[in-house]
């Protein structure tokens, strides 16, 4: 079976998809992965031996100019730019899927609404089988869960019944996507539908999760399959200054917000925090460019590294809350103080603190204050044994049992 992997997002987007491909290749399927074109991500993917078909543009400067349109808009402005995105999203992701779906069998999608829509749509075009995957669960329809809040379609005051919601769900998606979906379908000669979530989410969807960090009750709204997280082994060694700055003492924080463009406010309120603590910092630059606030030798700033060998040397860490970072600090036992932005964020940051295995910062602004409050508890001794011992319960073979489990649910289809 030929297999398409698809998504458009960052590393925490690609990184899974690789773990994916290369299990299904190991399963003898064949997988090329659709994913953004930039430089980090065609290493990634060559590193993990799944060939890479570019997705319509490069993400890293595309979510500069996104985030800079709508810094300033108002909610009603943030709404229409959503809707304009993803007429974009969906009429170049569709021309692009198209072209890497060529000899496929089925194509599975990850990421935005707008770019599983495109998969979704090159899926019926070509009449090949489709399949949507999700990192969290909380985007998946549920009546024990509320579903994510849109700009200008708030959630309704009050009311507390999750079926209700999600029912509104479908009227937020079709007011948002419906267009840019429908207006797409209509060039290529297709009616249109009248709820564009269920058609991008399908039924069965694939939940690659792993189920001690972020479990799935059954829901009668949708089939789930929950199967792991999508985890990619990587052996790469530490830089050797990183290594020496290790080596030099006492275990360090570390901090970094991944893509997401915070303030750098954020990475001085961290490591102030930090240093009133008498701890060391590994900072990582990100997409933020965060950097060291002097010269002190008690700050190390890092690029992309191998984070499943840089946690179990860590004291704790501060980021995010992206899946992908949430699941490595959990994997290597390390306390986390997760300070959320957006999207499945808030979620991972409570389900770390309900966990006992770190701390939810109150809000996306962190000071040195705030910071320091949640590192007390992170750093607790109850917490790092807490940490230490959830690692254990973690799974380490998502990628096998989601390989397996979509051969076979692509199979039936």
Known sequence: MRILLSTYGSRGDVEPLAALGAALQALGAEARVS?????????????????????????????????????????EDRARLISGQAAEIVARQYEALSAAAEGCDAVVAFGLFPSCAAARLVAQRRGIRYMLGTFCPVWLPSPRNRPHEYPSHPLPPGVTDNRLL?????????ALFGEAINGHRASLG???????????YGNPVLLACDPTLGPWLPSDLIDAAQTGALILPDERP????????????????????????????????????????????VLARGWAGLGP??????????????????????????????????????????????????????YWAKQ??????????????????????????????????????LAG???ADGAKAAAEWLLSALGRQ
Request: hydrophobic residues 45%.
């Open 35 to 75: 994913a953004p074109g930039d430089e980090e991500f065609a290493a990634l993917l060559a590193r993990a031996g799944v060939p890479l078909a570019p997705a319509f543009a490069p993400v890293r400067e595309w979510a500069k100019e996104m985030i800079n349109r709508s810094r300033s808009a108002s909610p």
């Open 166 to 174: 999600w029912e509104m769900d479908i009227r937020t998606k079709n």
């Open 190 to 200: 297709l009616p249109p539908v009248q709820n564009v979530r269920d058609y991008v």
């Open 238 to 281: 530490l830089p050797d200054g990183l290594k020496a700055f290790l080596d030099a003492g006492p275990q360090p924080v570390y901090v970094g917000f991944g893509s997401i463009s915070v303030a750098k406010d954020a990475g001085q309120a961290a490591i102030e925090a930090i240093r009133a603590k008498g701890l060391r910092t």
């Open 293 to 346: 606030i002097d010269d002190g030798g008690d700050c190390l700033a890092i690029g992309e590294v191998n984070q499943q060998a840089l946690f179990g040397r860590v004291a704790a860490v501060i980021h995010h809350g992206g899946a992908g970072t949430t699941l490595a600090a959990a994997r290597a036992g390390a306390p986390q103080v997760i300070v959320p932005q957006i999207g499945d964020q808030p």
């Open 352 to 389: 770390v603190a309900e966990l006992g295995i770190g701390a939810a910062h109150d809000g996306p602004a962190p000071t040195a204050a705030s910071l320091s409050a949640a590192l007390d508890i992170a750093l607790a001794p109850n917490v790092r044994v807490r940490a230490r011992e």
């Open 393 to 395: 319960a973690v799974r």
